[in-house]
């Protein structure tokens, strides 16, 4: 457990989330919000939490990103913001 | 100065979650885009999700399952190795309702935009008060 | 409404910033949440449950009551999915279209007409493109692995990380992939629509069941000690099979639920072609 | 049996819900008689806990068979024992009343419109009679989940308005979710009693406070007080009659009382009322709510829509008076929930009479009804007289006893708002009967039209209203007796 890649994965999970509030694109905001959960996932497994994380990456990082993508498919990627 | 820098650093955790819930309160209240808001919801729930798993973690202590396997049911057992379970387990519920809750929040998008063709919040209210 | 929001989020977040500075440190082995109630199940799981990962014995012992109303949540929005979305009866097209799959032609037939029987056909929609051969045959060869790996995590649950939910979702996930990969009606002929709705039930009403089962036999709900005596085990295995029972129910649940959102959200509720 | 009863509260209703849920499927004609015998199970359940309570006191239910801390555990005492029989009479005579108009708008899914709405009933009655407060957030959400779902499928705005109450209710949960959380990282416990045996050392703690403040703004958020209410009007007014006669009289009033168990449990009247200086705060955004609740109700044209800003004047008199510290108000509050439950039910059972008969809720659709339903509006007349509080129904009493803790704790704003919305209501009621008794004006060329024939709606819809709003008046009766024997015992006696 290095803390330098603790805060390292901290910081990237704030800026994916902003990421993915600020892409101009469903689809985008969509993909960068798995990134977000996949992060998530991985910092849960560094603090020993390996059931969270693995529930984690199969409901947040992979159904949930599924559930998005065709959500945006059936509607529109369009987003003024 | 120099003694906040030590209680930054000893619960950065603890920051972290307030950050992520404050973007995705942020994202709830002001974003104009309804599934904008539910990616915000989600980033509100997993903040909370990262502070209670953050509340299980001991200087320490190893993952919550047993070394020992299923035969060592007679072998002592000492509390110190080992993470707190207690969050995980409740958090395994959170994670749960959070997908729950996001299934239902599409299912009401994909209704909406088949009503006004749009899924940008304004431009629906101006449609309901046109008529 | 970007500056209210602002100002909210501004004043929320300076409170919480208020509150965290009197928590116990990060990580402080002796913090009251380390020191109160979890040692009791760390030190015991094993000798009540015979369970080596604390978190599944907690999730569907100790705490089994919450873990059942978590599946009863997914049941929940499958069912809120379905009746928001699904259009039920909905018309026959004036035409539909047909493929014959060896040579590739695609029939239109007017409504009313009928292709003769043959296995040779497939129903296509206007958006038909062609699925990429490669992508296909992938997910055909990956599809039984992930099911399996799925069921070793149901089984697997009691000494690996692991259970009922993880198990359930990949199952679901690999027939999710199944429909990515060719279509939806590929995937509905594996898993019809009836079939899905009334699996679900029953995986939830598998986990209350055996609750249920225990008051029958005279103690509380959920109290697996007693399924004892139907197994002809010891108290303490008898949880053990409990703990395996009801997460059998969630898997099933988990993953029927998650399939019927995905169909109803990615066909829009008219289970046609799908994505 | 009668020592597993708080579980029977809980299972039965549950199993029910997946039984429906299969003979939707199956057979649809089965549905309805699952649900009835299900909620009637309910119904004497409750009732028997809470002759148990009345008789033994309190009742602790082991699940799993695990003691507290350890495992979860059902707590009945008096105040939720009263609780859960108004909720489980109030499913029971709705579902009735509703079955017409459900297979009216649904007819091809009634089978999981009933499911929906057990399962919200279990949620409900989950959230009362627990005592683990991890558990009272999983039951919130089920609660929560099946409530976006019902309140969705009614007109065209109806799917909008409940993904905004979606938002604002998910919101509420987390906060909820996040206030248990700072209760756990302090205490380490998650059972009510047990944190409330834990925190007196910690009173001085800041996230005992940032805990405190933090659950309670989540709870206002789900009971829509005032200024967190936005999403209730529409989210009620556009969803069916059947799930709206539901929803509107339980969910608020569950969420009260959700708001007086933690105070009274979990945080102690000590801490809420003496250690922080809230109450003036409190007090005077029920206020607020109450005069806003009361003017935005008047400036509506559409009964429905009326109803629901008067549900949100009526959360003020509940929060109010719990915050008034004081005994009588507290007493007021409570036994303002049963009134409430009631009266919300009769008033929004007549609305949904007259959709099912009218088609409409406009105030021009509702000319001529008295002649056209004399018992729905008789009904309603009575539900009406005890929104506004005249003797003998129940809604005068629960009035006066907030009156009193009012004048005991020296709130005269509180007072002068309580009694503000009663003659508003005057002015609300009063206007709808003219409209129902005297329109349309026969017109002045002599030859009047013929009166309109008595078109009463079914006797399924009726009866549980005529139920109803007899109960009401009973309730007003024996009011004495049921502060006297059951809210006297629920109030800690710290609290005068």
Excluded at chain 2, 48 to 65: M, Q
Excluded at chain 3, 217 to 246: E, K, Q, T
Excluded at chain 4, 218 to 242: C, D, R
Aim: with cysteine.
């Amino acid at each position: 457990m290095f803390w330098q890649i603790d805060l390292a994965i901290l910081t990237l999970v704030v800026v994916t989330a902003v990421a993915s509030l600020m892409v101009k694109d469903l689809l985008g905001a969509a993909i960068l919000f798995g990134a977000y959960s996949f992060l998530m996932c991985l910092l849960w497994s560094i603090m020993g939490a390996v059931d969270v994380a693995f529930t984690e990456a199969s409901v947040g990082a992979g159904v949930s990103s599924v559930f998005f993508v065709a959500a945006v498919f059936r509607t529109s990627r369009r987003t003024k913001d | 100065m120099a003694e906040l820098i030590p209680t930054i650093i000893a619960k950065y955790n603890y920051w972290i979650y307030i950050t992520l819930m404050m973007i995705g309160l942020y994202a709830m209240i002001a974003k104009n885009n309804l599934v904008k808001k539910i990616v915000g919801m989600n980033i509100f729930q997993t903040a909370i999700i990262l502070y209670y798993v953050s509340i299980g973690v001991k200087k320490g202590a190893t993952i919550p399952i047993s070394t020992g396997g299923h035969g060592a049911v007679h072998e002592a057992v000492h509390a110190a190795d080992y993470l707190n379970p207690l969050p995980h387990v409740l958090m395994l519920t959170a994670i749960v309702v959070g997908v729950a809750t996001l299934g239902v929040a599409l299912a009401l998008c994909l209704r909406i935009y088949s009503r006004y063709n749009t899924l940008e919040e304004d431009e629906i209210l101006a449609q309901i008060r046109k008529k | 409404m970007k500056i209210i929001g602002l100002i909210i989020t501004i004043i929320t977040g300076a409170f919480l910033v208020y509150a965290a500075a009197d928590f116990p440190a990060w990580a402080d082995p002796n913090s009251p949440a380390s020191t109160y109630l979890s040692p009791y199940f760390i030190e015991n799981s094993m000798k009540d449950t015979s369970v080596p990962n604390f978190v599944t014995s907690l999730l569907a012992d100790y705490r089994g009551f919450d873990t059942m109303f978590e599946t009863t949540v997914i049941f929940t929005a499958g069912l809120v999915c379905f009746i928001l979305l699904r259009i039920s009866g909905g018309k026959e097209p004036e035409t539909s279209h047909y493929r014959h799959v060896l040579t590739g032609v695609t029939v239109t037939l007017k409504k009313g007409h009928k292709i003769p029987e043959s296995e040779d056909f497939e129903r296509i929609d206007d958006l038909w493109t062609p699925p990429d051969l490669i992508i296909k045959t992938g997910c055909r060869l990956m599809i039984p692995f992930i099911q399996l790996f799925g069921l070793y995590v149901i089984a697997h649950g009691h000494s690996s990380p692991g259970g009922g939910f993880q198990g359930g979702v990949i199952l679901g996930a690999s027939i999710i992939l199944l429909a990515i990969s060719h279509d939806l009606r590929t995937a509905l002929e594996k898993m019809r629509e009836k079939v899905v709705a009334i699996l679900c039930p029953i995986g939830v009403s598998i986990y209350a069941g055996t609750g249920a089962l225990c008051l029958l036999l005279g103690v509380n709900f959920l109290d697996y000690s007693a399924l004892a005596s139907v197994l002809h085990v010891d108290p303490i295995a008898a949880r053990s099979h409990g703990i395996f029972m009801v997460e059998i129910g969630v898997g099933i649940a988990v993953m029927t639920t998650m399939i019927w959102i995905y169909n109803n959200i990615s066909s829009a509720g008219k289970y046609n072609q799908g994505l | 049996m009668s020592q597993q009863y708080p579980a029977l509260l809980v299972i039965v209703p549950l199993l029910s819900a997946f039984a429906i849920s299969i003979a939707g499927w199956v057979n649809k004609r089965l549905c309805f008689p699952i649900i009835v015998t299900a909620l009637s199970v309910v119904v004497y359940a409750s009732i028997g806990l809470l002759l148990t309570v009345l008789e033994k006191g309190v009742v602790i239910y082991h699940l799993g068979g695990w003691p507290p801390p350890v495992g979860i555990a059902y707590y009945v005492d008096h105040l939720n024992g009263l609780v859960l029989v108004v909720v489980a009479s109030v499913a029971l005579l709705n579902v009735i009343a509703a079955k017409k108009s459900i297979e009216q708008e649904f007819p091809d899914k009634a089978g999981p419109f009933y499911t929906l709405y057990i399962l919200m009933v279990t949620g409900l009655l989950g959230i009362v009679v627990t005592g683990d407060a991890f558990n009272l957030y999983v039951l919130l959400e089920i609660a929560a989940l099946t409530g976006y779902g019902l309140l969705a499928m009614g007109e065209e705005r109806a799917p909008l308005s409940s993904l905004n109450y979606l938002y604002m209710g998910t919101i509420g949960a987390c906060f909820y979710l996040l206030g248990v959380g700072y209760l756990y990282i302090v205490t380490g416990s998650l059972n009510m009693v047990d944190i409330a045996r834990l925190l007196p050392p910690l009173y001085q703690s800041r996230a005992v406070l940032a805990a405190f403040i933090i659950c309670m703004v989540g709870v206002w958020l789900k009971m829509a007080f005032f200024p967190l209410h936005s999403w209730l009007p529409n989210a009620y007014t556009h969803a069916t009659s059947a799930a709206s006669s539901l929803i509107a009289p339980l969910v608020t009033k569950v969420m009260v009382y959700v708001m007086i168990r933690l105070i009274l449990t979990i945080f102690t009247p000590e801490f809420a009322f003496a250690t922080l200086a809230l109450n003036n705060i409190v007090v005077w955004l029920a206020v607020i709510a109450i005069v806003m609740g009361a003017i935005l109700a008047l400036a509506e044209r559409n009964l429905k829509k009326m109803l629901t800003f008067i549900v949100v004047a009526e959360i003020g008199y509940m929060v109010g008076g719990a915050w008034l510290g004081n005994r009588a108000g507290m007493t007021g509050a409570i036994l303002h929930i049963v009134n409430d439950a009631l009266m919300t039910l009769c008033v929004f059972l007549v609305v949904g009479n007259i959709v099912y008969k009218v088609k409409g809720y406009a105030f021009e659709n509702l000319q001529g009804l008295f002649r056209k339903m004399p018992f729905t509006m008789g009904a309603f007349v009575v539900g009406a007289m005890s929104i506004i509080g005249v003797p003998p129904t129940c809604g005068f009493f629960s009035k006066w006893y907030l009156i009193v803790g009012a004048l005991q704790a020296g709130h005269y704003g509180f007072m002068a708002a309580l009694i503000f919305s009663s003659l508003v209501s005057v002015v609300l009621f009063f206007r709808i009967f003219e409209i129902c008794y005297y329109e349309p004006f026969s017109d002045h060329h002599g030859h009047d039209q013929p009166p309109e024939p008595m078109d009463e709606a079914p006797l399924t819809m009726v009866v549980p209203l005529l139920i109803v709003a007899v109960i009401l008046i009973l309730v007003g009766l024996y009011t004495g007796d049921i502060v006297n024997h059951i809210i006297k015992f629920a109030i800690p006696e710290g609290l005068v």
